[in-house]
């Protein structure tokens, strides 16, 4: 079946692209480049560099291939900034994802699977279970939950199928090495081989479980597929095992044999203290396991890191720059350029 991908030069959009070609599917992405890579891309996929932003270009590119499934990963997923790049986020995950749907189900595609984000249960006990209502805290949660909460609507009226998924914290091979508003892993990684200290945002006590990208990509494929006990389901997946800021820092200080300064900052605005989420529903409905854990994963996101080297940082721009931001962030303000997220997911 033919698979529309969006986002499918970032980190997460690109392994499913890859995934879905190895199952046989004719696949073709859309990404804007904003926080993905070219390398990224298998030479299978047909391309299209389209910002979904633009409702016509996106109708160009489902008009011109008309999927069976839509797969919608194409993010701004800087949670923590969301409340400092309200617009870009809103762009970049709201409107995107309406401006492609609209068209998609105008050529009557059979299903949707929405990668949303456990940014929709906002900061409610840990761990999420997807029997909670979404009660989201920051702007990137709030478009989420709309997002989620629009395909809901729409597939009840318009009579097509559809999955949610809620990922959290994922990482891996061909995750952005270079923003410095996300990716807790990919910081660490990049700072280290910078020689640059890790900054640590509270005490470094809030919980994460941390999903390793091979680990999900199964889970993600089986949820594209066409199966009627996934249909109208929102199911969580990812990392089983809960750790602090504060533990992932030494894990990945070691995958590096290096001993950082670690810098200690003030909590950010909204920031969930204890996110992380049950893993039950995902194991029955999806097969969901661990066959590499959270120290392999690292291993081989350090031992790939290695393989690029020290990346630049990404110079972006606060659209409300503010003293309750990080000083970090506003350093690294150039006050001269749009903002740009990362496509990969949430």
């Known amino acids: 079946m033919r698979v529309l991908v969006t986002g499918a030069a970032g980190f997460m959009g690109s392994h499913v692209a890859e995934g879905l070609l190895a199952a046989g599917h004719d696949v073709v992405g859309v990404d804007d480049l904003s926080g993905g890579f070219r390398r990224n891309l298998l030479p299978e996929v047909e391309f299209y560099e389209v910002d979904l932003r633009d409702a016509e270009g996106a109708a160009r590119v489902v008009r011109e291939n008309p999927p069976e499934v839509l797969c919608h990963l194409a993010a701004n997923a800087r949670e923590g900034a969301s409340q400092f790049q309200p617009r870009d986020v809103c762009g970049r995950n709201l409107m995107a994802y309406v401006n492609v749907l609209v068209p998609a189900v105008k050529h009557e595609v059979k299903k949707v699977v929405l990668y949303s984000s456990m940014a929709a249960y906002g900061d409610q006990k840990a761990p999420f279970d997807e029997s909670m209502p979404r009660r989201p805290v920051d702007v990137y949660g709030v478009n989420k939950g709309a997002m989620e909460e629009i395909t809901e609507i729409l597939a ?13 914290n994922v990482f891996g091979e061909r995750q952005s090495l270079r923003d410095q508003f ?10 280290i081989m910078r020689g640059e200290p ?28 066409l199966r009627p006990e996934v249909d109208g389901e929102h199911i969580n997946v990812g990392g089983k095992k809960p750790i602090t800021v504060n533990e992932m820092a030494k894990l990945v200080a070691a995958e590096f044999g290096a001993e950082p300064e670690v810098v200690y900052l003030p909590d950010r605005p909204r920031e969930v203290k204890d996110a992380y989420c049950t893993h039950a529903k995902s194991e029955r409905l999806l097969g ?26 990404s110079e972006d721009r606060l659209e409300l720059p503010s003293s309750k931001a990080p000083r970090i962030w506003m350093e690294n303000d150039t006050h001269g350029k749009d903002c740009k997220g990362e496509a990969d997911r949430p």
């Open 156 to 168: 009840e009226v318009h009579e097509f199928s559809y999955t949610v998924i809620r990922p959290h």
């Open 182 to 191: 996300r990716n807790v892993v990919g910081i660490f990684m990049n700072r």
């Open 198 to 225: 890790l900054y640590i945002y509270g005490d470094g006590e809030q919980k994460r479980a941390f999903s390793y990208i091979g680990d999900s990509l199964p889970a993600f494929l089986r949820a594209a597929e």
């Open 288 to 313: 969901y396991e661990e066959q590499f854990g959270l120290e392999e994963g690292l291993r081989r996101m350090a031992e790939w890191a290695r393989t690029l080297g020290p990346q630049p940082w």
